[in-house]
C-alpha cells in the first residue's frame, strides 16, 4: 500500500483554527474540531497502485445498470422462477473479456425504454408523448405492455 499525504488549508475553518456555525453568535467562535486549531488538516489517502481489473468471485452475470429494482433469483407466489438472466445483462465471463453491452441486454423485462434509457444513455431515451417525463414509469398506463414500447424503441433506433 501507498500512502499520500498533504497538509492544506481545513476547509471546515477556512484556516483560521476557529469555527463559527449557526450555534455561535456573532463575535464567538469554537475551536475548530477538524484541524484542532491548527487551521490545517493533513489529507491522507491510502491506495494501491493499479495494475489491471481483478476478477469478481461469485459474480455470474453483469448488467449496464440497475434502475432501482432488485435484482435476483427466486421463485414467484405463482412458482415461476425467476433467474438472473431474467434481467439482462450478459455473463460475467463476457463482460471480463471486455465485450459490449448489446441491444436486447437491456432489462426489457421489468423496466421500460424511457425507464432504462434515462439511466444508461439519456441520449436514447425516447421522448413519447405518452410517456411520463421523469420517475413514476411503472405508473405509466403503457408499462403492462412494455414490450410493445421496446418494439418501437428497436424499430426508431436501429442499431
Known amino acids: 500500500m501507498k500512502e499520500f499525504k498533504v497538509k492544506e488549508v481545513c476547509k471546515s475553518c477556512g484556516g483560521t483554527g476557529l469555527y463559527q456555525g449557526m450555534g455561535e453568535g456573532k463575535g464567538a467562535a469554537v475551536v475548530c474540531h477538524i484541524c484542532k486549531g491548527t487551521g490545517c488538516y493533513e ?3 491510502t491506495y494501491e497502485d493499479f495494475v489491471v ?16 429494482i432488485g435484482i435476483g433469483e427466486g421463485t414467484l407466489k405463482n412458482g415461476t422462477r425467476i433467474t438472473l438472466a431474467d434481467f439482462g445483462g450478459m455473463p460475467y465471463k463476457e463482460w471480463a473479456l471486455g465485450l459490449p453491452f448489446k441491444r436486447g441486454m437491456e432489462m426489457r423485462k421489468y423496466s421500460c425504454p424511457a425507464w ?3 439511466c444508461t444513455n439519456y441520449d436514447l431515451k ?3 408523448e405518452e410517456c411520463p417525463g421523469m420517475g413514476s414509469f411503472s405508473n405509466c ?10 418494439e418501437r424503441f428497436d424499430k426508431e433506433n436501429p442499431e
Open 126 to 128: 425516447p421522448h413519447w
Open 43 to 45: 489529507f491522507i489517502h
Open 141 to 150: 398506463k403503457s408499462f403492462e405492455t412494455k414490450e410493445k414500447c421496446w
Open 116 to 118: 432504462w434509457y434515462q
Open 53 to 68: 481489473r481483478k476478477d469478481s468471485i461469485g459474480i455470474e452475470r453483469v448488467y449496464e445498470t440497475n434502475p432501482g
